[in-house]
């Protein structure tokens, strides 16, 4: 089992940065962040394999977003900036056991998932 700790979530204004951060608590090869509203599906926004050059994004944030790994740390992380209200969710960090990345990203491909943390984004 992995255990997966996120921090970083906040309330900003819209045109504002946050950035997230998950500790893992062992390695896995895949990693990513997806997004939840309430009453709607959780949907993957970034995912990366180790050594990743070119990480997968939803286009609702190719541009603003940015993930990154700090394998040494454990530690994933999501670089978010130009956010808009429409980025308002939570935010949940999710890391797949003993394969790759796959695209497009699929809740059920991710074995581990931390508790989450809010973003709000006020107009």
């Known amino acids: 089992q992995v255990q997966l700790v996120e921090s970083g979530g906040g309330s900003v204004q819209a045109g504002g940065s946050l950035r997230l951060s998950c500790v893992a608590s062992k390695y896995t090869p895949c990693m990513g962040w997806f997004r939840q509203v309430p009453g709607e599906e959780r949907e993957g926004v970034a995912s990366m394999n180790t050594g990743d050059s070119r990480p997968y994004y939803d286009d609702s944030v190719k541009g603003r977003f940015t993930i990154s790994r700090d394998i040494a740390a454990d530690t994933l992380y999501l670089q978010m900036n130009s956010l808009k209200p429409e980025d308002t969710a939570v935010y949940f960090c999710?890391?797949?056991?003993?394969?790759?990345?796959?695209?497009?990203?699929?809740?059920?491909?991710?074995?581990?998932w931390g508790q989450g943390t809010q973003v709000t984004v006020s107009s």
């Open positions: 999710a890391a797949r056991s003993g394969d790759y990345c796959r695209i497009p990203m699929v809740v059920s491909d991710y074995q581990h």
